[in-house]
């Protein structure tokens, strides 16, 4: 009895039932992390190389040789699916 006075109450104040959030991020921010982790460890690799056959650059390099790999792999994976 008591719960129907509170939904005639808010019924006529105009509160209306909130819809339950998602508990998951969005499927795009999951690739995005995805995609940060793997070129993080591919620069990490590429660090590495870099340090072993004691080779020129930097971080950035590392980091930018990282993405690009990263990229023209996931392309090729799409064209060949």
């Known amino acids: ?14 509160i209306t039932k909130r819809n339950p959030t998602t508990k998951h991020p969005p499927t795009k921010m999951l690739q995005n992390e995805q995609l940060q ?3 993080r460890v591919q620069a990490y ?22 993405e690009k790999y990263i990229r023209n792999s996931r392309k090729k994976r799409k064209t060949s699916e």
């Not at 009895?1 to 105009?14: S, T």
């Not at 590429?46 to 040789?65: A, F, I, K, V």
């Open 45 to 66: 690799y590429n660090y590495l190389n870099r340090l072993t056959h004691n080779l020129p650059g930097d971080q950035l390099s590392d980091w930018l040789e990282a």
């Open 37 to 39: 982790d793997s070129v």
């Open 1 to 14: 009895m008591a719960l129907q006075k509170v939904k005639k109450a808010a019924k006529d104040i105009g």
